[in-house]
């Protein structure tokens, strides 16, 4: 008999097929030189920014490759921390910041220190599709609660305080949301953070895509409740950094000293060029962010305006982030056959819906952080796939 594996791995297992199969599937047609559209991921199709490589390739030549602090050197947990003042109005300081290998990471160390088995975990639905994995990690159960279409993608609040027992440790959300756009109003953030302070709950907020809403903002829940929220964030979206790995959670200090424990026997800290370059890159900000905000909203209008009245694939415009949903509910196909059936048809890849959540289903994500012509030509290849479907009716 083989040695057994640890039951954490059926926990994290996807729940069906492999979402990102056909995405990475296109990645390699795409490299071979086919002709694809890859609209897959949210990957911006941006440079990182001059100035935060130069200073990775200084930090190189000066040889910083050597440990760092496992939380992230000060000057740039200070950096994070004024950043978020800024955005925010919530007074922190470096002791309430931890630097991680990115907002995934950042997620799943708030999931380790929150939560154990025989808790339960809210997170709203539809959600991103590593949070099932990320919170079942912790051996807690994950309790849906719908954000249902006909509400915008918005939370139901009603719905999130039955769901509320005994057992209930956390609420995980994002705002912006990804896959739908929604920023959460400032009367969600109001209720949910009353429910969370009334229930003794930790809130763990999502905020990537924040730098991508107007202004630059969303109404915060770490203002609210500085003593119950985590805010996760990072530089993936705003600055074109994701494969730069550079993450952080805000949080209380109690929680920030426990979430170092865990990073010590997790990453033990991350390279000291990419914490610099980081630092270049939060100094940066107000650029960067003026810069993603009008590119995704230019690309955003584009690409709707390219799908608008296609019944077939109905396009829903977001609130803010990189992505659009599509409603291919009265295209006669399943979403699965939808995005199966397009990428073989006319070779744009896209997301299921299903792969978010139960809201989603019937629904297929795509990415609009790609050029204007890349976008006016996969919306000209989703128009003639639709024209050749046969529709109930």
Not at 114 to 142: K, N, Q, W
Request: proline share 6%; with cysteine; charged share 20%.
């Amino acid at each position: 008999m083989s040695p057994r594996f640890s039951p954490l791995i059926k926990r994290i297992a996807h729940d069906g097929s492999d979402p990102w199969a056909l995405h990475w599937r296109a990645r390699a047609a795409h490299a071979a030189g086919e002709d694809v559209i890859v609209l897959s991921v949210g990957d911006p199709d941006l440079d990182t920014p001059r100035a935060v490589v130069e200073k990775a390739v200084e930090r190189l030549r000066a040889h910083d490759t050597h440990y760092t602090e496992s939380g992230g050197r000060a000057p740039l947990r200070e950096a994070i921390a004024a950043a978020h003042i800024e955005r925010t109005g919530q007074p922190v300081t470096a002791d309430n910041v931890i630097f991680l290998n990115g907002a995934q990471n950042g997620l799943f160390v708030s999931s380790l220190v929150v939560a154990a088995p025989g808790d339960e975990v809210i997170t709203f639905d539809p959600m991103y599709a590593t949070y099932p994995a990320t919170l079942r990690a912790s051996g807690a159960t994950m309790v849906r609660v719908a954000a249902p279409a006909s509400q915008g993608f918005h939370p139901d609040l009603d719905a999130f305080e039955r769901a509320i027992t005994a057992r209930t440790r956390a609420v995980f959300l994002a705002t912006p949301s990804n896959p739908s756009g929604a920023v959460l109003t400032e009367r969600e953030v109001d209720r949910l953070a009353t429910l969370a302070e009334r229930h003794s709950l930790w809130i763990v907020s999502d905020e990537v895509y924040s730098g991508t809403a107007p202004e630059g903002r969303v109404p915060s829940l770490g203002a609210r409740l500085p003593t119950h929220v985590l805010t996760v964030s990072s530089l993936s979206k705003t600055h074109a950094m994701t494969g730069w790995r550079c993450g952080w959670i805000i949080g209380p200090a109690d929680f920030v000293a426990h979430a170092d424990l865990l990073a010590q026997c997790m990453i033990y800290g991350l390279p000291g060029f990419i914490q610099e370059a980081a630092l270049v890159a939060v100094g940066m900000r107000h650029e960067a962010e003026a810069d993603v905000r009008a590119y995704c909203r230019a690309r955003r209008d584009t690409f709707f305006g390219a799908l608008d009245g296609l019944a077939a694939a109905q396009p829903l415009l977001p609130d803010a982030g990189m992505f659009m949903l599509l409603d291919v509910r009265a295209s006669g196909l399943a979403a699965a056959e939808f995005v199966a059936g397009l990428y073989e048809a006319e070779r744009v890849s896209v997301l299921d819906g299903a792969v978010f959540g139960r809201e989603t289903a019937g629904f297929v994500r795509v990415c609009y952080a790609t050029e204007e012509t890349t976008l006016v030509e996969a919306a000209r290849r989703i128009r003639r796939f639709c024209a050749g479907l046969k529709t109930p009716g």
